[in-house]
């Protein structure tokens, strides 16, 4: 018996066609953009850094970012004890580091996650969120750094290189890489920034 009726046809691509919006393999952004109360910055997605789990940066709408661009073979490297510092510190209050290990400056990041994720969370104790190697500057760059550099009118120009969101996912201020996480200069615009409501 012939079942291939037009409407059954009609029927199966439009079920095909929901499945494929809620497929796991949308762009990021393109998935993201639907989501209510997440500003447009924050409409991507990340691998983890310690199992590539995919990580939706959304759920940090409302927070305070902080955002470094991090590197294992750097003279700013121990910066990650003020950055850990530094979010022990405001986490209650609503801040958040998130670390994007870089190899784009003197090739200073060329391990592979598993090696970066040791250094991290062994050697430092990192506890805030690090995701896997991106790339930050240059035609190649992630449209997340891309986004932050269009918001500030300024470019990582080494690794640690800090970019400040408010809450409102709009606002960012740019902190170059030899602005310490524990400098009157960074703690005063996160206190700023914490106290600002969105």
């Not at 499945?19 to 997605?45: D, E, I, K, M, R």
């Not at 983890?48 to 991090?70: F, M, S």
């Not at 510092?85 to 784009?104: C, H, M, R, T, W």
């Not at 500057?137 to 290189?161: C, D, E, I, K, V």
């Amino acid at each position: 018996m012939h079942t291939d009726h037009p409407a059954l046809r009609r029927r199966r691509f439009a079920q095909g066609s929901l499945a494929l919006l809620a497929s796991p393999w949308l762009a990021p952004a393109q998935a993201q953009t639907a989501t209510a109360g997440c500003p447009a910055l924050l409409a991507h997605q990340f691998p983890r850094l310690q199992d590539e789990k995919p990580q939706d940066l959304c759920q940090y709408a409302g927070k305070v970012l902080l955002v470094v661009n991090t590197a294992s073979y750097c003279g700013f490297t121990p910066q990650y004890e003020g950055l850990e510092a530094l979010y022990a510190k405001y986490e209650k209050q609503g801040l958040v580091i998130l670390g994007f290990p870089s190899n784009d400056f003197g090739q200073q990041e060329p391990g592979g996650a598993k090696q970066i994720a040791e250094l991290c969370f062994n050697t430092y104790g990192v506890k805030f969120p690090m995701f896997s190697k991106t790339v930050v500057r240059g035609s190649g760059r992630h449209p997340f750094y891309a986004q932050l550099a269009q918001a500030t009118g300024s470019t990582p120009q080494w690794n640690f290189h800090k970019y400040l969101v408010a809450r409102d996912g709009k606002t960012v201020t740019s902190f170059a890489s030899q602005v310490e996480p524990g400098s009157a200069t960074l703690a005063g615009a996160v206190e700023a920034a914490l106290k600002a409501r969105s």
